[in-house]
């Protein structure tokens, strides 16, 4: 059964630091590039960050860039979101997700997501 | 960016009834869409890729259609399962966008 496990999201605040893990099982990690989406409560999905299988090549939206950073350890099969310089436009749910490397970039699976709320 | 709209915002059905939901491209993505289903309380969920590719294990009756600017998702019965709120996403370029989605509702 394929899962993703984010965690590390709480409560922060505004300029604080963060950072979520995503552990996968189920499928062969290094054949997997990675991403984090998040989600505002009642709005629609926004993606945020991904990082090919190797971990050579990372990507991010003009939002966090500069503040978020994409990693991952493929001997633990865990992906990795330090973000700081958080501000309130940050607060939402994370989800980790994962695409078949070589492919394009749509989320064939999902975690359950972690939420992290900023707020003083 | 490419700006990802959805309409209409809500729609309502009767259970075994059909629904057709559709998402506009600010520009061209031609077959570069992808539709999410995301129920309550849970992750999205992938449906289609490739503008009109089914994901694995989903059922016949979500179907996708279009290329460019213009695609529509249609559930041609709905299930209980079904009311849920859909997501289209493009993937042409970065950064990667989602439409702010169609909650489809029990009418």
């Known amino acids: 059964e394929v899962q993703l496990l984010a965690s590390g999201g709480g409560l922060v605040q505004p300029g604080g630091s963060l950072r979520l893990s995503c552990t996968v099982s189920?499928?062969?990690?290094?054949?997997?590039?990675m991403n984090w989406v998040r989600q505002a409560p009642g709005k629609g999905p926004e993606w945020v960050s991904s990082?090919?299988?190797?971990?050579?090549?990372?990507y991010y939206a003009d939002s966090v860039k500069g503040r978020f950073t994409i990693s991952r350890d493929n001997s633990k099969n865990t992906l990795y979101l330090q973000m700081n310089s958080l501000r309130a436009e940050d607060t939402a749910v994370y989800y980790c997700?994962?695409?078949?490397?070589?492919?394009?970039?749509?989320?064939?699976?999902w975690g359950r997501g972690t939420l992290v709320t900023v707020s003083s | 960016e490419i700006v990802m709209t959805q309409s209409p915002a809500t729609l309502s059905v009767s259970p075994g009834e059909g629904a057709t939901l559709s998402c506009r491209a600010s520009h061209s993505v031609s077959s570069n869409l992808a539709w999410y289903q995301q129920r309550p309380g849970q992750s999205p969920r992938l449906l289609i890729y490739?503008?009109?590719t089914r994901a694995t294990g989903i059922p016949a009756r979500f179907g996708g259609s279009g290329s460019g600017t213009d695609f529509t998702l249609t559930i041609s019965s709905l299930q209980s399962e079904d009311y849920a709120v859909y997501y289209c996403?493009?993937?042409?370029?970065?950064?990667?966008?989602f439409g702010q989605g169609t909650k489809v509702e029990i009418k």
């Open positions: 997700a994962a695409h078949r490397s070589g492919q394009s970039v749509y989320f064939d699976y």
């Open positions: 189920g499928f062969t990690f290094t054949n997997y590039a």
């Open positions: 990082i090919s299988a190797s971990g050579a090549d990372t």
């Open positions: 490739g503008a009109s």
């Open positions: 996403q493009h993937y042409t370029n970065w950064p990667l966008t």
